[in-house]
């Protein structure tokens, strides 16, 4: 059984940073490419970045891009999120996300792709 636990969000004021963390356990964490993603009151939960397993490879999206940086360290099972420059519409909970497939070279966007999720951590971010 895979645990993904996140940590690290809270109320910053806009312009703010914040820095999450989410560590695994339950299979080996360097076979398989991690997301985060987030999900606003009222919206779907949306892809905000990912990385490949070795970490040589990261994704963001677009709304993100330049402001956020993630990392992974795979001797500790810890896949980060630093989030800088911080707006009031990043506001939402956060998730990491297991990539369901391992070995893979690519790191896929869309939520369905993704087998494991963790409990969420809350950013709020106020103007």
């Known amino acids: 059984q895979v645990q993904l636990v996140e940590s690290g969000g809270g109320l910053v004021q806009a312009g703010g940073s914040l820095r999450l963390s989410c560590a695994a356990s339950?299979?080996?964490?360097?076979?398989?490419?991690m997301g985060w993603f987030r999900q606003a009151p009222g919206k779907e939960r949306e892809f905000v970045a990912g990385?490949?397993?070795?970490?040589?490879?990261?994704y963001y999206a677009d709304s993100v891009k330049g402001r956020f940086t993630i990392s992974r360290d795979n001797a500790k099972n810890t896949v980060y999120l630093q989030m800088k420059d911080l707006k009031p519409e990043d506001t939402a909970v956060y998730y990491c996300?297991?990539?369901?497939?391992?070995?893979?070279?690519?790191?896929?966007?869309?939520?369905?792709?993704?087998?494991?999720w963790g409990q969420g951590t809350q950013v709020t971010v106020s103007s």
């Open positions: 996300a297991a990539d369901s497939v391992p070995y893979t070279i690519v790191v896929i966007t869309t939520t369905n792709r993704y087998d494991y």
């Open positions: 339950g299979r080996t964490f360097s076979s398989y490419a």
């Open positions: 990385i490949s397993r070795s970490g040589g490879k990261t």
